[in-house]
């Protein structure tokens, strides 16, 4: 009777840690692509960025070499 009590101890303990790995698996690979996601959505965002600050630095630039503008810029 012991015997049989141990066993289904072991194996409940088993299937529980089988269901604790599974959901660390699953768990681990969704916060792996959030973070996938969340990365390429910060590069597109430094993209925008970068392409603000051109187009500012290229309307300066213009405003800086137009005789017209610049006196009026000021």
């Known amino acids: 009777m012991l015997n049989v009590g141990v066993t289904v101890v072991l194996v409940e303990v088993g299937v ?35 392409d603000y600050e051109a187009t500012i630095h290229a309307y300066r630039q213009f405003v800086h070499d137009d005789p017209e503008l610049s006196l009026t810029s000021r």
Do not use: C, P
Not at 16 to 45: N, P, T
């Open 16 to 50: 529980a840690v089988g269901f604790a790995l599974a959901w660390f698996s699953v768990h681990r690979g969704r916060r792996h692509d959030r973070d996938s996601g969340l990365a390429i959505e910060l590069l597109r965002q430094r993209e925008v960025i970068a």
